[in-house]
């Protein structure tokens, strides 16, 4: 392991290799077929990261080690740890009760005690083997305690999870003994992804049954606990201090398949061969319809088979003409609940071929074991019709695997309306499988569907699951991880005289000791302050806020903040000193702090001006109703906020505010999750150009995070020291990673105008 850690770890139930062990006591690995790992490796092989889960095997204790360019970090787990944390919690109290209690949830409190005992067990592995600062990934239902465990001993890490089974609605979910620990649990994370839209209402709305935490959309704010400085510095108003908030979004990211690979592998000749031969085995059918499926109740396969047999019964369809293809892998046989799922289903399969199949002629040829990938391949190419049925499910990718198969843009998909694929997948049959009738319906509709509107469909499925692929997945959920504020609390000072930015801090202090001016100008959404859902809620980070206490202290130095926000808001934000100047509206308006007060300058209008800024808040207000988006108004603009808004509605709502901005009078600025209208063709830039006459400087120091601020940087002098925050295409001359760089910077700069290092 690397000294300081690894900078990105998933942590999962089950490693990507599992480990077997033979009578003779000889241990051998093996790669997990899972689409988790072909998702995660080159993210990991790139970061060098580390994954930590368990091996498959009990009351083995190994040490990590490194395959396929990643760390693997095993978690030993007892006998005891699988029966009870394993097969007793996760998969007899979670699996049916996150499945809307198709069977019902046992709740044991030994059960509980046992995951919340292995949870502590993967967090205090993960905590060990984390960099400062690192983003961790969490998956899945089994680990839900463990972004809270996680938070509370590393505090700095960007925590991540993902369920990638349903969330229940908070009926279902109430019934559950420990309940509320189960949404602390989750709320370690900063970002909690499902795989439906849906999953994450249905979270919030837990959420806001269960706790007190304030909601906005899909984010929810909690307490930041045990980071450093959690609580806000005093307010010049005399209160309290405010303990420190963090913001957990809740939102849906589809999980996929590695779509292309699929669709190389269906075009190799051997599998197009394997599935000429599968159908000629099963007498060449003029309907094969497949379902494929773990044995799982959450699948509805007793509801396929019997609607299957009641068309055999009422004739429309036929064997030997039609044929079933069930292929029900093995799972969790240890649970009674699966036990009694494949007695039933083998004594329905033995009674539709009892009846209606005949010598060498299976109505249902049912096969209760796993096969290859090249296998599957093949039944899908050689299946006139996959049904999907599932009762309930999270997404399903047999479905999208299915349609990855058909180059052809032949098949058709039958598909449950209750599995997350169903969002996605336009072009398939939707279906209620709880609906026998419709069911049966269809089938038939499938089974006869005319080849041009079934090439139709498919072209539709498989340009979606194409386009939607697992490394989308995951480049996606990691993007919005990472664009969490680091919680790393910088030292200053933190840039070494001897770097090109740190000779550059010295050379404005040195500016200063004779006689200066020089103006520190900043930016406060980004920069300042770590950006917030809810913009409301940002406030500048304190070893900003001790930083510019500082700077105003020292004869030579004049402090600004340039902001878009309007400059009401801004000083009610912003925790300057006296004398701080105050730029808001991205240069429409200016004020200056002075005796705890603003001070502010009026901003006028012309009528057209006015008018025109009343067509557009009109406009906006129109755009975003019915979504979570809101509409700021300025004094000279108007701002979409798409933050907290799912990735395809603030794409929409972008291009539209976009649009309605695109006319004569309006200067439109896209930056993050926000488009800003405004009415006045003033900017940053101009901004700093007039600060920069009014003040006499003779030297600038300026940052900022956005769009709005590389105009400035290209608008200011070659030798001014321009610093961009966080990561894009800059002007600027130097560059930080976030809101805490810049503090640290800001606080070297400080030292330097103080005195000689």
């Known amino acids: 392991m690397p000294a300081d850690g690894y900078d990105f770890l998933v942590v999962a139930n089950r490693l990507p290799m599992d480990l077997s062990i033979a009578d003779d006591g000889t241990r051998s690995w093996s790669r997990s077929p899972g689409g988790l790992v072909t998702a995660l490796e080159p993210v990991m092989q790139e970061s060098a990261g580390a994954w930590v889960g ?21 978690v030993a787990l007892s006998a005891v740890d699988v029966e009870e944390y394993y097969e007793g919690f996760s998969n007899d109290t979670l699996w049916p009760l996150y499945h809307d209690v198709i069977t019902p949830p046992t709740f044991h409190r030994q059960w509980w005690d046992a995951y919340r005992r292995v949870n502590q067990s993967f967090a205090d592995a993960a905590a060990a083997n984390a960099a400062a600062g690192a983003v961790v990934w969490v998956h899945d239902y089994q680990l839900q305690l463990v972004p809270a465990m996680l938070r509370s001993a590393r505090p700095d890490l960007r925590i991540g999870f993902f369920l990638h089974i349903p969330f229940p609605a908070v009926e279902i979910f109430s019934q559950m003994p420990w309940r509320r620990q189960v949404v602390d649990g989750l709320l370690g994370a900063d970002l909690i992804g499902f795989q439906r839209a849906g999953g994450a209402e249905n979270f919030v709305r837990s959420v806001r049954r269960l706790t007190d935490l304030p909601t906005r959309g899909q984010v929810v704010t909690v307490p930041e606990v045990g980071a450093v400085g959690d609580l806000e510095p005093p307010r010049g108003d005399g209160a309290a201090p405010r303990r420190a908030t963090r913001h957990v979004r809740a939102a849906a990211f589809p999980i996929s398949i590695d779509s292309k690979k699929f669709d190389a592998l269906a075009r190799t000749p051997s599998v ?10 099963l007498g060449d059918p003029d309907v094969l319809l497949l379902g494929v499926d773990r044995l799982d109740y959450t699948k509805g396969i007793r509801h396929r088979i019997k609607a299957f047999g009641e068309l055999l019964r009422d004739g429309r369809l036929t064997v030997p003409g039609t044929t079933l293809v069930q292929v029900a892998s093995p799972s969790r046989e240890n649970v009674s609940a699966y036990q009694q799922l494949r007695e039933d289903v083998e004594l329905l399969v033995g009674r539709v071929n009892g009846e209606f199949g005949g010598l060498g002629q299976a109505a249902i040829h049912y096969m209760h074991h796993s096969y290859p990938t090249e296998e599957m391949a093949a039944l899908y190419l050689a299946a006139d019709v996959m049904l999907v049925t599932a009762l309930r499910d999270g997404m399903n990718l047999v479905a999208k695997e299915y349609v990855a198969a058909r180059s052809d843009e032949r098949g058709a998909l039958v598909l449950s309306e209750f599995t997350g694929a169903a969002d996605q997948l336009a072009g398939a049959i939707l279906v209620n499988p709880h609906d026998i009738d419709g069911l049966k319906d269809a089938i038939t509709y499938a089974a006869h569907l005319d080849p041009r509107e079934s090439r139709k469909r498919m072209r539709r499925l498989r340009r979606n699951v194409l386009e939607h692929d697992v490394a989308q997945w995951s480049s996606e959920f990691l993007a919005v991880l990472e664009a969490v504020p680091s919680r790393v609390t910088p030292t200053a000072p933190s840039t070494p005289s001897t770097s090109p930015l740190g000779a550059a801090l010295a050379g404005l202090a040195q500016t200063a000791r004779d006689g200066g001016p020089v103006l520190v ?38 402090l600004a903040l340039v902001s878009g926000r309007g400059v009401a808001d801004l000083a009610d934000k912003a ?6 100047v105050l730029v808001g509206s991205h240069g429409g308006e200016r004020g200056r702090w002075e005796a705890g007060a603003l001070q502010r300058d009026d901003l006028t209008l012309t009528p057209t001006a006015t008018a025109l800024l009343a067509e557009l ?18 004094p000279a603009s108007v701002v979409l906020h798409t933050r907290g808004c799912e990735p395809v509605e603030a794409a929409r709502l972008t291009a539209a505010a976009l649009a309605l901005g695109d006319r004569p009078g309006v200067d439109a600025m896209h930056g993050k999750d926000v488009v800003e209208l405004a009415v006045l063709t003033v900017t940053k830039g101009d901004a700093l150009a007039r600060l920069r006459h009014d003040l006499g400087a003779r030297a600038l120091f300026y940052a900022g995070d956005d769009v709005t601020d590389e105009r400035a940087f290209r608008s200011l002098h070659p030798d001014d020291v321009t610093v961009r925050v966080g990561a894009g295409e800059t002007a600027a001359r130097f560059r930080v990673d976030d809101p805490d760089g810049l503090a640290a910077v800001l606080l070297t700069l400080a030292a330097d105008l103080e005195g000689p290092r």
């Open 54 to 74: 368990w091996s498959g095997a009990t009351d083995v204790e190994l040490e990590p080690f490194d395959a396929d360019g990643m760390r693997l970090v095993p």
């Open 272 to 281: 197009q061969q394997r599935a000429r031969e599968i159908r000629r085995e």
């Open 521 to 558: 100008a900043l930016d406060f959404d980004g920069a300042l302050a770590p950006l917030q859902d809810d913009p409301g809620a940002s406030r500048a980070l304190p070893a900003a806020v001790t930083a510019l206490a500082r700077l105003a202290t020292v004869p030579g130095v004049r």
């Open 575 to 580: 925790e300057v000193p006296d004398g701080t």
């Open 617 to 634: 808040r009109s406009g906006l207000t129109r755009l975003v109703a019915g979504t979570t988006a809101r509409v700021e108004t300025k």
